[in-house]
């Protein structure tokens, strides 16, 4: 047999949890067609000698869906050993669109809730779609690397509701319409449907999806099994315990009615929960009702980056910075140096609560002035103490002087604790995900979470094994989100394949860098150790870099 690729002399860890076998793999026409030791020619031969081969990783948490748009690889998760992501989460898709103004709805949601501006929309993402599966259409010759895309709860209702989406629960008319919209998007490929609890619009009013009665989730979900496939992703309440062990219930409820899996994310170790123990404890009296519901975990500590030249949802709650933060940078600036402003401002921060409530806790990061320089390293309220400021006065005093650029730094908060971390992930009722990646990014990265895996839980601590961490990336939420053509190094299934060097794995700092369309700018975080990346078949990244290849597909 005449291969397109063999790959050979490998450490060969299948994604099932099975211990890795030294052997080659064979691919034809974008599958994996042998396993073992294989004789023949192939047009593309890769030595694998000293390497692990393992199915390419899944990343079931993103917003890429408009960076798919002009970026069909999704950078940078391929350099991550990525091949497959899941976008449309947190109920927000980019379709279905009835109108321009729906269209608009949709990029200030975007905006507010993750963090992607209207000037990178108005110049990278045409709106040339109404329709789900015409937006699936768009994106799918850009691809090189593949997308199981969700549909969003808020968008469908906007769609069929219009304003009403934000009012009220909807009529029995409204749910069927909405139904027929979700089976066309399953029809042409979509993944399932994602809702949210918690997220806000522009205004500060909840997103359509919070507007929906259990009936009407119920409804939706059964809309969406009728495919045979389908997942229900939510964003649970958060901010308040017990309102998001309600959540769990309701997805009990929904996973029972409509014979579904539902996962929330994100599930995160506290300084008040290490282990989640409240959060894990529902979902497993959920799985003793027979109910499929899982959380998502993240490896990394859930860091924040704050500019005041950005977007921070540490400010969300402040109103009168967050009016300000709405605003053009030279306005900011304006309204930043008032004097009168900025008595109300720091006034204002000094009762945040919430995420806000973490600001003395952050430390200056990279400035740019002069001036700035000896902040670098030191924490907001130490240098609000030392100078007899508050730490409101801090935060403009140091952003003013770098032309409101400077980097305010949260770290080590969020799932610090790595050893209760590990547990997280290790747990049954866990999906590995949650990275946000695409989202919020002026604020932190979310791509590069499997390399830290790799790199800090199975080869710095040993916490977990190699063969137990590629099969909680791969093989394991293949099988529980439905995405069946891929996860393993089996015969027959997608040639989505990394081969990395487990002794030099691993995940750099992350990077402010300008290449967003919209003179936006984001975080990234490179990766060293990997040698090669094959989506379908075809090699789409080297050590070289990003090939030309686009063998994607929405799966």
Request: proline share 5%.
């Amino acid at each position: 047999m005449e291969y397109d690729l063999i790959i050979k002399n490998g450490l060969l860890i299948d994604g099932t949890g099975a211990l890795g076998v030294n052997g080659d793999l064979g691919v034809k026409d974008g599958k994996i067609v042998a396993l073992g030791k294989i004789e023949g020619k192939a047009k593309q031969e890769f030595n694998a000698h000293g390497r692990v081969v393992s199915p390419g990783f899944i990343d079931i948490h993103t917003h890429f869906d408009p960076q798919l748009c002009w970026d069909g690889l999704a950078t940078p998760s391929i350099e991550h050993g990525i091949t497959t992501v899941v976008t449309g989460n947190c109920s927000l898709s980019l379709a279905p669109i009835r109108d321009k103004a729906g269209a608009d709805k949709i990029v200030s949601m975007f905006g507010v809730i993750e963090d992607i501006k209207k000037t990178t929309f108005d110049e990278a993402v045409p709106f040339t779609w109404n329709s789900f599966p015409e937006y699936l259409d768009h994106i799918r010759p850009k691809l090189g690397i593949n997308v199981g895309a969700l549909i969003g709860h808020s968008a469908v209702r906007l769609y069929v509701m219009g304003a009403a989406s934000q009012q009220r629960a909807a009529t029995p008319d409204e749910i069927e319409e909405m139904c027929v919209i979700i089976e066309e998007a399953m029809a042409a490929g979509a993944l399932g449907i994602s809702s949210s609890y918690v997220d806000m619009d522009e205004n500060g009013d909840p997103v359509p999806s919070q507007y929906a009665d259990l009936d009407e989730k119920i409804a939706l979900a059964k809309a969406m099994a009728k495919s045979g496939r389908g997942i229900w992703q939510i964003v649970p309440y958060f901010p308040d315990l017990q309102r998001e062990l309600e959540n769990i219930r309701e997805l009990g409820e929904i996973s029972l009615a409509a014979g579904v899996p539902c996962s929330l994310q994100p599930v995160l170790s506290s300084p008040t929960s290490p282990k989640a123990e409240e959060i894990i404890q529902a979902l497993e009296i959920e799985q003793k009702r027979g109910a499929r519901v899982f959380g998502q975990v993240m490896p990394r500590c859930f860091d924040l980056n704050m500019r005041l030249s950005e977007t921070s949802m540490l400010l969300f709650s402040l109103p009168s910075w967050k009016a300000i933060m709405d605003l053009p940078r030279n306005d900011r600036i304006a309204r930043f140096s008032d004097p009168e402003q900025r008595q109300i401002l720091v006034t204002e921060m000094k009762t945040a609560a919430g995420m806000g409530g973490a600001l003395p806790f952050m430390t200056v990061g990279k400035v740019y002035s002069d001036a700035n320089q000896p902040y670098t390293g030191r924490s907001l309220a130490e240098i609000a103490q030392s100078e007899a400021k508050e730490v409101g006065e801090v935060i403009l005093d140091l952003s003013l002087a770098d032309n409101l650029d400077t980097e305010f730094q949260l770290k080590n908060v969020i799932n610090a604790d790595k050893t209760s971390v590990a547990e997280l992930i290790n747990h049954p009722m866990c999906h590995f995900g949650a990275s946000d990646a695409g989202a919020h990014i002026t604020q932190f990265c979310g791509t590069g979470d499997t390399t830290h895996l790799l790199e800090h839980y199975v080869r710095e601590t040993q916490q977990m094994t190699l063969e137990r961490a590629i099969h909680r990336m791969t093989g394991e939420v293949a099988k529980d989100w439905g995405l069946h053509s891929t996860g393993t190094l089996s015969i027959d299934k997608a040639a989505d394949i990394v081969v990395f060097d487990p002794a030099k794995v691993s995940v750099g700092q992350e990077e402010f860098v300008n290449d967003f369309p919209g003179e936006a700018r984001r975080y990234v975080r490179r990766s060293t150790g990997y040698d090669a990346v094959f989506v379908n078949g075809e090699q789409v990244y080297s050590t070289q870099g990003y090939t030309q290849a686009r063998a994607g597909k929405i799966i």
